[in-house]
């Protein structure tokens, strides 16, 4: 649809999956492209910045989804971050009745109290939650659910989907003598977005840790003024968690990195670091090399728990070794009709993989509801790089998103990279080479030897007559895209 300038279509289709594509657009570190067939033409699609142009031009022109007709059924949801808010969409175009419950002042869970609004400006993420709450969710805020079988039981939900996120900072022991001030990296993200005045961090900050919450802190820190921020991480640039376009970005803003180094006591503004040294199974060791840093703060970043403290009493849930929510593979918890998923389970933590178990949580919980179980439709063979005639396509450069200056970023939370104007996202949509489906380019329909294609009119495809058709395979050779398999005949 997006190729064909029919903008709301792409839209109503991209969101039967995903109710936040102009967050995605921004935050998602886009693995699709990593396995986009064009990257091995010349650059992948810029799938993320089509999928951003249409989520902004959903928001600017209101485009609204309507809910399903109501089941009668009535589901709790438990935190309104990115896996509650999608599951809670999902129930709703189904026509259940749902209702969030989230601990905290405002909805959106780490989009909001996480990530840093130079990445997800807040009118976006607003813009795409007042959509789920128009569609007839209620969301009830500063609302901390401790007892959810109680809960369901009070309240007549039917089903709940539990999604809590990780929010408990992990912390290290270091020997202090005189200690400075040290801080939490979530807890000082998430001051950012309730308190009216930033946080005093000082002039120069320390971030331990090598995630993208690290990076996150010390770009923040720089931001609110620090003429220093250091990150220090015990392993080395390869095994560091933070995703590259991250680190590159902080690199550029003038983070400075220290890669094998671990801290080893504070004294007051000293903090005394061993270099490590990466051993022949790739773990860091100390090597007795110490020398000292000056900073006025310590922030920690050195990832977070999920707290399982209301969920452990509850019959049949299982708590793995990791401490995350054991969940089976329709997300269901071992009590029945509680569902969970997101960061609170065994999974990558990232807004994507929380919104897709939103979905595939609402998808199991619908069917529960019916007595029935959901059956996930087996895709079709992919159509990788070796089933395409690359040739048949023209060059096409990927377009690149305008970001702000480097001077403006380093002093403002302004939002660094821009969208596609219409004529580049079209021409990004356009650079798409429909691997696998039917673009009615007519090549098939052109060099049938027998006639045996017949052409069923515009956005119909085609269809073959298989009493013409002689097996010859011409047209699935001369295919673009790879749309047509050749399977034998069963006489
Ligand atoms: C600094 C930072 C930057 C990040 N950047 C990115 C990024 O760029 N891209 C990306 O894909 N991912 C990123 N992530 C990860 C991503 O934000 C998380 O994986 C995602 O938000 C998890 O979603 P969730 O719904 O499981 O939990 P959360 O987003 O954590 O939401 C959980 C919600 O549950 C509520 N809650 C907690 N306890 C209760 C309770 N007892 N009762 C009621 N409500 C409760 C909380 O208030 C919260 O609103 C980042 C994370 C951080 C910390
Ligand atoms: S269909 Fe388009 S976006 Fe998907 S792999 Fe092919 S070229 Fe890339
Ligand atoms: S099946 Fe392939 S060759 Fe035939 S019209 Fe579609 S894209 Fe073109």
């Given at each position: 649809h997006a190729e064909e300038g029919d903008y709301e279509a792409a839209w109503r289709q991209l969101v039967t999956d995903n109710p936040f594509p102009a967050v995605e657009g921004r935050v998602?570190?886009?693995p699709c492209e990593g396995a986009c067939n064009r990257g091995q033409l010349d650059e992948a699609v810029s799938i993320h910045a089509v999928e951003r142009f249409l989520g902004d031009e959903a928001l600017k022109r209101g485009w609204k989804i309507e809910p399903g007709a109501p089941t009668g059924k009535r589901v709790l949801v438990v935190g309104a971050g990115p896996s509650g808010l999608s599951a809670a969409w999902h129930l709703r175009r189904k026509g259940h009745d749902v209702t969030i419950h989230d601990a905290?002042?405002?909805?959106?869970g780490m989009m909001r109290f996480g990530i840093p609004k130079y990445r997800l400006p807040r009118d976006i993420l607003d813009g795409e939650i007042a959509r789920i709450v128009d569609m007839g969710v209620t969301i009830k805020l500063d609302s901390k659910v401790t007892d959810i079988p109680a809960m369901m039981k009070d309240d007549g939900f039917d089903a709940a989907f539990v999604a809590v996120g990780a929010h408990l900072a992990k912390r290290t022991d270091i020997p202090a003598r005189e200690a400075g001030k040290i801080f939490d990296a979530i807890s000082v993200l998430r001051d950012m977005e309730t308190d009216e005045e930033p946080p005093l961090l000082g002039r120069r900050v320390v971030v331990y840790g090598g995630g993208n919450t690290a990076l996150d802190m010390a770009r923040t820190a720089k931001r609110l003024g620090a003429a220093e921020t250091l990150v220090v991480y015990r392993r080395t640039r390869e095994q560091m968690p933070a995703h590259d376009i991250e680190l590159e970005e902080a690199l550029d803003e003038g983070i400075i990195l220290h890669w094998l180094t671990t801290i080893k006591q504070i004294d007051g503004t000293t903090f005394t670091v061993e270099k490590m040294a990466v051993d022949e199974n790739g773990w860091p060791q100390p090597t007795g090399e110490f020398e000292t840093l000056e900073a006025d703060t310590l922030v920690l970043a050195l990832g977070q728990a999920v707290d399982t403290s209301f969920l452990k009493t509850i019959p049949g849930v299982a708590i793995t070794d990791d401490g995350v929510i054991d969940v089976d593979d329709t997300m269901m918890t071992g009590f029945a009709g509680l569902f969970a998923g997101g960061d609170?389970?065994?999974?990558?933590?990232t807004v994507t993989v929380a919104i897709g178990h939103g979905k595939k949580a609402a998808r199991n919980i619908d069917t529960w509801l019916r007595g029935e179980r959901f059956v996930p439709v087996v895709n079709d063979r992919l159509a990788d790089?070796?089933?395409?005639?690359?040739?048949y396509y023209t060059d096409a450069p990927k377009t690149v998103q305008p970001a702000l200056a480097l001077a403006r970023r380093r002093t403002s939370f302004d939002e660094i990279h821009g969208g596609l104007d219409e004529t580049n996202a079209l021409f990004e949509a356009r650079r798409c080479l429909s691997c696998g489906n039917c673009f009615e380019c007519d090549n098939c329909y052109g060099v049938c030897p027998d006639n045996a294609v017949i052409k069923l009119g515009p956005g119909k495809r085609f269809e073959f007559n298989y009493d013409f058709c002689k097996g010859c395979g011409l047209c699935a050779t001369e295919c673009p895209c790879g749309a047509i398999d050749m399977v034998a005949e069963t006489i």
């Amino acid at each position: 649809h997006a190729e064909e300038g029919d903008y709301e279509a792409a839209w109503r289709q991209l969101v039967t999956d995903n109710p936040f594509p102009a967050v995605e657009g921004r935050v998602c570190y886009h693995p699709c492209e990593g396995a986009c067939n064009r990257g091995q033409l010349d650059e992948a699609v810029s799938i993320h910045a089509v999928e951003r142009f249409l989520g902004d031009e959903a928001l600017k022109r209101g485009w609204k989804i309507e809910p399903g007709a109501p089941t009668g059924k009535r589901v709790l949801v438990v935190g309104a971050g990115p896996s509650g808010l999608s599951a809670a969409w999902h129930l709703r175009r189904k026509g259940h009745d749902v209702t969030i419950h989230d601990a905290g002042p405002m909805a959106g869970g780490m989009m909001r109290f996480g990530i840093p609004k130079y990445r997800l400006p807040r009118d976006i993420l607003d813009g795409e939650i007042a959509r789920i709450v128009d569609m007839g969710v209620t969301i009830k805020l500063d609302s901390k659910v401790t007892d959810i079988p109680a809960m369901m039981k009070d309240d007549g939900f039917d089903a709940a989907f539990v999604a809590v996120g990780a929010h408990l900072a992990k912390r290290t022991d270091i020997p202090a003598r005189e200690a400075g001030k040290i801080f939490d990296a979530i807890s000082v993200l998430r001051d950012m977005e309730t308190d009216e005045e930033p946080p005093l961090l000082g002039r120069r900050v320390v971030v331990y840790g090598g995630g993208n919450t690290a990076l996150d802190m010390a770009r923040t820190a720089k931001r609110l003024g620090a003429a220093e921020t250091l990150v220090v991480y015990r392993r080395t640039r390869e095994q560091m968690p933070a995703h590259d376009i991250e680190l590159e970005e902080a690199l550029d803003e003038g983070i400075i990195l220290h890669w094998l180094t671990t801290i080893k006591q504070i004294d007051g503004t000293t903090f005394t670091v061993e270099k490590m040294a990466v051993d022949e199974n790739g773990w860091p060791q100390p090597t007795g090399e110490f020398e000292t840093l000056e900073a006025d703060t310590l922030v920690l970043a050195l990832g977070q728990a999920v707290d399982t403290s209301f969920l452990k009493t509850i019959p049949g849930v299982a708590i793995t070794d990791d401490g995350v929510i054991d969940v089976d593979d329709t997300m269901m918890t071992g009590f029945a009709g509680l569902f969970a998923g997101g960061d609170m389970v065994p999974a990558e933590r990232t807004v994507t993989v929380a919104i897709g178990h939103g979905k595939k949580a609402a998808r199991n919980i619908d069917t529960w509801l019916r007595g029935e179980r959901f059956v996930p439709v087996v895709n079709d063979r992919l159509a990788d790089y070796e089933r395409l005639n690359a040739w048949y396509y023209t060059d096409a450069p990927k377009t690149v998103q305008p970001a702000l200056a480097l001077a403006r970023r380093r002093t403002s939370f302004d939002e660094i990279h821009g969208g596609l104007d219409e004529t580049n996202a079209l021409f990004e949509a356009r650079r798409c080479l429909s691997c696998g489906n039917c673009f009615e380019c007519d090549n098939c329909y052109g060099v049938c030897p027998d006639n045996a294609v017949i052409k069923l009119g515009p956005g119909k495809r085609f269809e073959f007559n298989y009493d013409f058709c002689k097996g010859c395979g011409l047209c699935a050779t001369e295919c673009p895209c790879g749309a047509i398999d050749m399977v034998a005949e069963t006489i």
